[in-house]
C-alpha cells in the first residue's frame, strides 16, 4: 500500500494548497514528479481475491483537459486507475468521503471505445451496441445516479431497472430487470454511454456504508422509515428478516464484521461481467465451431480471412484489445479461443480443414502474443503453450493438424529453439503451439530496434540486426496485435528485413551472377530504338545525404554456361530457408510495405530498396509455378498471385519517378538480361518480371530484343507449369489467367511494335516470332498468342507472315482433334474467320496448306464452316486451268481415309470437271470406301453426277446412269445397315437424306415406260428399297406415292413393295404400342386408320392383310393393353372390317 499511501500524502499536500491557473508552474511540476515516481518505484496493487481475475489496465486513452487539472483530481484519477475498491476499502487510514467522490468519479470507464471492445467480446454482433445507441439517442434514461462505485439508472417506455458496478476504470458487474441473463443489454449499453457523454451532470456520491457512518442515529431511524413507508409490501419483510438476525446473537450476520457494500465494490461471491464475457465467449464459439456456420477460410490469405465473419467475431477481439493496451484482456481472449478450438477438435471423429486452419492460425497468433506482451505476463502465457502443445501432441494419433505451407506461410519458418531444460525442454517439437512455445525465447526489443521504430535513426544508417525469423515475427506482431497504429513501425521494419533478404536471395536472382557490364543510359534516354547496342548501367553511389555508407553487397559468382538450371538455380535452401520461403517473405514483406505508402513516405533509399525487393520478389515468383505438385493449394496460389499483383501495382506507380535516378534497380536488370540472356532461367522464365520491366520506362529496342527473345525461348512455357488444381480438379483460371496474361502482354507488345513501324529487320522479328509459334507444344501458350494474332492478322502484309499464321492455326488444329489441346476447341470461331481471311488473299497456296490436314479440319469444324472453307478454296483453284497433280493425290488420299464423310466430300467433288480423269478416280475410292460415308453424302454426289451426266449416257431401258445408280444402291445399302441398330426411322434418316430419296423418286417416275418398269435397274431398285427401308412405311408410302400418276410403275410397285408395307406397319404400331401409354391409345388408333386406308389404296386385298397381319396382330401381342382393346372395339370399328 505504499503506492497508495503516496498518493494520499500528495493529496492531502494539494487540498491545502490548490493549483490555479495563475499557480507557481515550478511547485505543480515538483508535485507530478513525484507522483510519476510513485509510480516508477512500485508495482500497481491488483485485488488479493483470488478467484476474481481481472485484466490490467495500462493507462487510458487521455483527452486534454481544457484547463489543468487539481493536484486532488490528479491523484483521485490516478488511484482510480490503478488500484481496485478492495484496495481503497481496506486502506488505513481510509480516505474520507470528498476523496472517495472524486475516486468515484474517475472509476467510471472514460473511453467508450474500450467499453464497446470489452462489451464485444460476448456479443455475437453489433445489434445489441446500435440498439443501445438508439436507446440513448431516444433520452430513454432517467433517475441516474451514481453511488459510489455503482451507477444506477430508469430506462422508461418499457421501465427497466439498470445498474452498473465498477472500477479501474472498467465495467465489473451489470443487471437489468427486463434482461436478467445478458451481460450487456442494450439498457445497460444506453446507461453506460450517458454516463461518459454526460460525466459533468451527474451528482456523483460517496459509498453507502461512507455516507451511512455520517449520519446519526435519529437520522437512520428516519431513512429506515421513510425507505418502507415507499414500498412496505417489498422491503417490510425483507427488514424484519435482518432485524430478527441482527438479534440473534449466533447468526451468520453477527459473526461477520461490518455488512455488505453494493456500491463499494463487487462481493467476492459475486461473479465478475469479465468472467461471464469470456463464459459466453467460449459457448459462442465452441457452438460456432461445432456448426460450422461462420466459415473460415482454409487457406494462407489473410487479406480473405480477415474479411471472414469468424475473424471479426473472434481474433479481431485479441487485435482490438492490445490496441487498446489491454494486453491481460487479449491474453485470456485467445487463451479461451485456442482452448475451444481444441476442445471441438477432440471432440469430432473427422475435424473439418476449416478447425484445423483456425487452430494453426492461432498457434501464430500466440507466437505474436508471447513476443509483445509485457514481461510480467509472459510466464503464464508461455505456460498455457506449453499445455495446449502437450494436449495436441495427445490429440496427434487421431487427427493430423495442418502444416503451414513452405510457399505462402509464414508460420513455415521456425523460430530459433535451442533445447533447455525450461519450458523449451518439455516442449513437443512439431505439434502445434511448439512455436508459440519458442517463441519465449525470443528477447525484448533491443535498443537499436527502439531506435529505429522511433525514427531516432533511419533504415539507412541503423545498426539493427537480428535473425530474420526473429525480424519476421517482429513483423507479425505489429501486423497481428497493433494493425492499425502501427503503420510506420511496419513500414520501418520491413525496409530493413527487406535489405536482409535481398542479400539473402542474391544468388537465386540473375543479378547475383557476374555483374552486368551493360550500361543502359543511352537506351534509357532514347525515344526508340536506334541502331546502337546497349552501353554499361550507372551503379547506385551513396551521397552524404543518405549518413553512413552503405555496405556494398558481394556479389555471388555464376556457375559456368555448360551447368544445368537446376544448379545455376542454387541449392534448396539458403541459411535454412528454401526458395519458396524466401520469394513468399519477399512478396509479403513488400506488400506490407507497400500498404503503409500512402500515410508514411520512405525516403529515397527506403523507395529504391522496396523497388528492389518487388522486381526481386516477382523474379523469384518462377519457383512457385514449378513447384513439386500438391505443395501448393489452389487457394494458396491464388494468395500468391493476390500479393504480386499487388506489389506490381505498386512499382509501376512508384518506379518511373526513380528511371533517372543512379543505380535504379529496373535498369540493373534490363542490363544484366541483356548480357547474360534468358540461359540463366533455362524453360523457366520469369515472365512477371520481364512484364513489369516493360510496363515501366521507354520502349526501347532492347526491350523489344528482349520480349522477342522471351516469346521464342520456350517451345512450352506454360505446359511444364505446376499450377495447382482446385477441388473439382480442373487447373484454376484465375492463377493460370495471371500468367497468360502477361504472355498476352508481351507479345501484343512486340506485335504492335513491329506492325506499327514496318521495316527489314521488323518483318525479320515477326518471321522468327511466326515460325516459332509454329513449332510450340502448348495450348495455353498458342491460345494466348493466336489471341494477339487474330487482332494483327488485317495487319499482315508479307504473304510469308500469311502462310505462317495460317500454319500455326492448322498445328493448334491437329493438336486439338489428337486429343493434346482440348481447350483449343474453344477457337473454332475465331480460326475459321482467319483461315478464310487469308486463304482469299494467298490463292493456290492456300488449299496447298489446307488439304493436307483436311481430315482434321473436317473433325474440328463443323459443317458451315467446312463449306466456307471449301468455297474459298474453289475460288482460287478456278484461277487455274486444270487441278495440280499434287492436289489431285491429296483429294484422293483424303477419299479414301477411314473416317466419317459428310456432305462437304460432295463439296470437294466440285474441284474436278465431271469429264476429269481425276473425277472418276475419286467416284471409285468413295465405292471402295462407302462404308465410312454417310447416306446423305452418296446421295448428293449421285445427285450431282445425274445431273450433269448427259442424257445420251443413259440406256433405254433405265432410268439412271450406271455411276449415279451404284451411288444409291450403295446409299441405300448404308441405309439398311443403319436399319438395324435404330428401331425408328427419325433415329437414322434426317430430312436431308429423305429429299434427295424424293428427288430420285420423282426421277423415276418421270421415266413412266413399259421397258423401263419392267427393266433390271427398276427392279433392282426396289429391292434394294424394300431390304433397306424394312419397318419404316413412311419412306415406302412416299415412293408409291410418287408413282401414282404412273401407268407402268404403280403396278409393278404394288406387286413388289405390297406385302413389305404391310409388314413395315405392322413393326412400327407393335414398337408404338409397347413405348406408349393410355394417353395416347388414341393418337395411335387414328394412325392405324389412316394406314388401313393406305394399304387399301397400294396393296391388294388391303383391307384384309391389313387386319390380318395388323390388327389381329397388335391385339394379340398387346390383350393385356384392355383399354386400347375397348377402345378399338368402340370407336375404331373399320379396323376389323376386310
Not at 187 to 205: K, N
Not at 373 to 380: A, F, I, L, S, Y
Request: contains cysteine; charged residues 25%; aromatic residues 8%.
Amino acid at each position: 500500500m505504499d503506492a497508495l499511501d503516496g498518493i494520499i500524502r500528495i493529496w492531502a499536500r494539494g487540498s491545502r494548497n490548490l493549483f490555479d491557473d495563475d499557480s507557481d508552474s515550478n511547485s505543480y511540476a515538483d508535485s507530478m514528479d513525484s507522483l510519476n515516481s510513485l509510480f516508477d518505484d512500485h508495482q500497481y496493487l491488483y485485488s488479493s481475491r483470488t478467484e476474481v481475475r481481472r485484466p490490467k489496465t495500462p493507462e487510458i486513452v487521455k483527452e486534454k483537459p481544457k484547463t489543468v487539472l487539481r493536484l486532488m483530481d490528479l491523484a483521485a484519477k490516478v488511484t482510480a486507475q490503478h488500484y481496485s475498491c478492495e484496495s481503497i476499502e481496506t486502506h488505513n487510514p481510509p480516505l474520507d468521503e470528498a476523496l472517495l467522490k472524486k475516486v468515484s468519479f474517475w472509476a467510471f470507464p472514460q473511453d467508450e471505445k474500450k467499453v464497446k471492445i470489452y462489451a464485444r467480446i460476448s456479443l455475437k454482433s453489433e445489434d445489441e451496441w446500435r440498439r443501445g445507441e438508439i436507446f440513448y439517442g431516444e433520452k430513454r434514461i432517467q433517475d441516474i445516479r451514481q453511488v459510489g462505485f455503482m451507477v444506477s439508472a430508469i430506462i422508461n417506455k418499457q421501465i427497466s431497472k439498470v445498474s452498473v458496478t465498477f472500477e479501474k476504470q472498467q465495467i465489473t458487474s451489470s443487471t437489468c430487470a427486463m434482461c436478467p441473463q445478458a451481460i450487456w443489454c442494450p439498457h445497460i449499453i444506453a446507461v453506460i454511454l450517458h454516463r461518459i457523454r454526460h460525466t459533468d451532470t451527474i451528482s456523483v456520491h460517496a459509498p453507502v456504508t461512507e455516507t451511512l457512518s455520517t449520519l446519526t442515529r435519529d437520522q437512520l431511524q428516519k431513512l429506515l422509515q421513510y425507505a418502507i413507508n415507499e414500498d412496505p409490501a417489498g422491503i417490510l419483510g425483507r427488514v424484519f428478516q435482518h432485524i430478527d438476525a441482527l438479534r440473534d446473537a449466533t447468526s451468520d450476520m453477527n459473526s461477520l464484521q461490518g455488512a455488505p457494500d453494493p456500491t463499494f465494490g463487487v462481493s467476492i461471491d459475486d461473479k465478475l461481467t469479465w468472467s461471464l464475457s469470456l463464459d459466453l465467449l467460449k459457448k459462442n464459439l465452441m457452438e460456432d465451431l461445432r456448426l460450422g456456420y461462420k466459415s473460415y477460410p482454409d487457406s494462407c490469405n489473410i487479406v480473405e480471412k480477415m474479411k471472414s465473419i469468424f475473424f471479426d467475431q473472434y481474433f479481431q477481439r485479441v487485435m482490438e484489445l492490445m490496441e487498446k493496451e489491454e494486453p491481460a484482456a487479449a491474453r485470456e481472449v485467445l487463451v479461451t479461443i485456442a482452448e475451444s478450438v481444441l476442445d471441438v477438435i477432440n471432440n469430432q471423429r473427422s475435424p473439418s480443414n476449416m478447425l484445423k486452419r483456425i487452430l494453426c492460425d492461432c498457434e501464430r497468433l500466440f507466437s505474436c502474443f508471447i513476443v509483445a506482451c509485457p514481461d510480467d505476463m509472459k510466464h503464464e502465457i508461455v505456460a498455457k503453450a506449453s499445455i495446449l502443445n502437450a494436449r495436441a501432441r495427445r490429440l496427434t494419433s487421431q487427427i493430423e493438424f495442418t502444416k503451414p505451407s513452405l510457399w505462402a506461410d509464414m508460420s513455415s519458418i521456425k523460430l530459433p529453439s535451442e533445447k533447455q531444460d525450461g519450458v523449451i525442454g518439455l516442449a513437443f517439437e512439431g505439434y502445434p503451439f511448439y512455436q508459440a512455445v519458442c517463441a519465449s525465447l525470443i528477447p525484448s526489443p533491443s535498443q537499436s530496434l527502439q531506435e529505429l521504430l522511433c525514427c531516432r535513426y533511419s533504415t539507412t544508417t541503423s545498426s539493427y540486426e537480428e535473425p530474420l525469423p526473429v525480424m519476421l515475427i517482429r513483423l507479425d506482431c505489429f501486423m497481428s496485435l497493433e494493425p492499425t497504429v502501427s503503420g510506420d513501425k511496419v513500414q520501418k521494419l520491413g525496409i530493413m528485413i527487406l535489405k536482409k533478404l535481398l542479400v539473402l536471395s542474391l544468388k537465386l536472382s540473375i543479378l547475383g551472377s557476374k555483374e552486368s557490364t551493360v550500361d543502359l543510359e543511352a537506351v534509357v534516354k532514347d525515344d526508340g530504338p536506334s541502331e546502337d547496342g546497349p552501353t554499361r548501367a550507372k551503379r547506385r553511389k551513396p551521397s552524404a545525404r543518405r549518413g553512413k555508407a552503405k555496405k556494398k553487397t558481394t556479389a555471388v559468382p555464376h556457375k559456368a554456361a555448360g551447368t544445368s538450371a537446376t544448379t545455376r538455380e542454387c541449392c534448396d535452401q539458403i541459411e535454412g530457408l528454401t526458395k519458396g520461403q524466401i520469394s513468399y517473405c519477399l512478396l509479403y514483406v513488400s506488400y506490407t510495405v507497400s500498404r503503409t505508402l500512402d500515410e508514411h513516405p520512405l525516403d529515397s533509399d527506403e523507395v529504391l530498396t522496396l523497388l528492389d525487393a518487388i522486381l526481386r520478389a516477382v523474379e523469384l515468383g518462377r519457383f512457385r509455378s514449378v513447384a513439386p505438385k500438391f505443395e501448393i493449394t489452389s487457394k494458396d496460389y491464388s494468395w500468391l498471385v493476390f500479393l504480386e499483383n499487388r506489389i506490381e501495382e505498386t512499382y509501376t506507380k512508384v518506379a518511373p519517378i526513380w528511371l533517372e535516378s543512379e543505380g535504379n534497380v529496373t535498369d540493373m536488370y534490363k542490363s544484366a538480361l541483356y548480357e547474360k540472356g534468358l540461359q540463366f532461367y533455362g524453360d523457366n522464365l520469369p515472365v512477371s518480371l520481364i512484364s513489369l520491366l516493360l510496363a515501366v520506362g521507354k520502349k526501347t529496342k532492347l526491350m523489344i530484343k528482349l520480349c522477342t527473345d522471351t516469346i521464342c525461348h520456350s517451345l512450352h512455357p506454360l505446359k511444364l507449369l505446376t499450377i495447382p488444381d482446385n477441388s473439382y480438379g480442373y487447373r484454376s483460371e484465375n492463377n493460370k489467367d495471371s500468367l497468360v496474361k502477361k504472355w498476352t502482354n508481351l507479345i501484343t507488345f512486340v506485335l504492335n511494335f513491329c506492325t506499327t513501324n514496318a521495316s527489314v529487320k521488323h518483318n525479320m522479328i515477326l518471321t522468327r516470332i511466326l515460325k516459332h509459334l509454329v513449332q510450340v507444344d502448348d495450348c495455353d501458350y498458342m491460345m494466348a498468342a493466336y489471341s494477339v494474332l487474330r487482332g494483327f492478322q488485317s495487319s499482315l502484309v508479307e504473304k510469308e507472315h500469311m502462310v505462317l499464321l495460317v500454319k500455326v492455326v492448322l498445328q493448334g488444329v491437329e493438336h486439338s482433334v489428337g486429343g493434346t489441346w482440348t481447350n483449343f476447341y474453344t477457337t473454332s470461331p475465331g480460326t475459321w474467320d482467319t483461315l478464310t481471311k487469308l486463304g482469299k488473299q494467298l490463292d493456290m497456296e492456300f488449299p496447298r496448306l489446307i488439304l493436307p490436314v483436311w481430315l482434321e479440319l473436317c473433325k474440328f469444324y463443323n459443317s458451315s464452316q467446312l463449306k466456307g472453307i471449301i468455297e474459298v478454296m474453289k475460288d482460287s483453284i478456278k484461277k487455274e486451268a486444270m487441278l495440280p497433280a499434287e492436289m489431285t493425290n491429296m483429294l484422293l488420299k483424303y477419299f479414301e481415309s477411314k473416317f466419317r464423310h459428310d456432305e462437304e466430300c460432295c463439296d470437294l467433288m466440285h474441284f474436278f470437271k465431271i469429264t476429269d480423269k481425276g473425277y472418276q478416280q475419286a467416284l471409285k475410292k468413295i465405292a471402295a470406301n462407302f462404308e465410312n460415308y454417310t447416306p446423305k453424302a452418296l446421295l448428293l454426289i449421285a445427285k450431282r453426277q445425274h445431273e450433269e451426266t448427259p442424257t445420251s449416257k443413259v440406256t433405254a431401258d433405265n432410268v439412271l446412269q450406271k455411276d449415279v445408280f451404284n451411288l444409291i444402291r450403295l446409299a441405300l445399302s448404308r441405309l439398311q445397315v443403319l436399319n438395324k441398330d435404330y428401331p425408328t426411322r427419325y433415329s437414322y434418316l434426317d430430312t436431308g437424306t429423305l429429299n434427295y430419296l424424293k428427288y430420285f423418286f420423282e426421277k423415276l417416275s418421270e421415266k413412266d415406260r413399259e421397258e423401263v418398269a419392267s427393266g433390271k435397274q427398276f427392279q433392282n431398285f426396289m429391292t434394294h428399297l424394300s431390304d433397306s427401308m424394312k419397318g419404316d412405311a413412311e419412306v415406302l408410302v412416299t415412293f408409291l406415292r410418287s408413282l401414282e400418276k404412273t401407268e407402268h410403275m404403280l403396278p409393278k410397285a404394288k406387286e413388289k413393295l405390297g406385302i413389305k408395307l404391310i409388314e413395315s406397319f405392322q413393326r412400327q404400331f407393335d414398337y408404338e404400342l409397347r413405348h406408349c401409354n393410355h394417353t395416347s391409345y388414341h393418337r395411335v388408333l387414328g394412325e392405324m386408320t389412316k394406314a388401313r386406308q393406305t394399304c387399301i389404296q397400294f396393296v391388294g386385298n388391303g383391307a384384309m392383310l391389313f387386319r390380318t397381319a395388323v390388327t389381329n396382330y397388335v391385339s394379340l401381342k398387346h390383350k393385356g393393353k384392355k383399354k386400347f382393346i375397348k377402345l378399338m372395339d368402340e370407336y375404331f370399328k373399320e379396323l376389323n372390317v376386310d
